[in-house]
């Protein structure tokens, strides 16, 4: 199954920078962090949410900055089991 990490432009009202997640092309969830990364969370299509998945940010994304942001392994793993 392959997944896509897309940044939303701006930041929400909270000053969170936010991200849809696809999974075969269709949006399952909303991934969210704070501006130094020390606050995550995400939040499903299916209106559940979650607090720190997987950990740090780092340990749920990789790259960032001029390398395109994706998925970790542990991030995929965490997904495949939440969807």
């Known amino acids: ?4 990490i897309e ?7 909270f000053g969170n920078y936010r991200f849809r ?4 092309g269709k949006l399952v969830a909303r991934y969210w962090h ?3 990364g020390d606050e995550h969370g ?13 950990g740090r940010l780092t340990d749920f994304v990789e790259g960032g900055g001029p390398t395109p942001l994706v998925l970790s392994a542990r991030g995929v793993a965490y997904l495949d089991q939440r969807t």
């Open 7 to 13: 940044s939303e432009s701006g930041r929400d009202q």
């Open 42 to 54: 995400i939040d499903f299509v299916t209106g559940e949410s979650d607090q720190w998945p997987v």
């Open 34 to 36: 704070d501006y130094r």
């Open 21 to 24: 997640i696809y999974k075969d």
């Open 1 to 4: 199954m392959a997944y896509r």
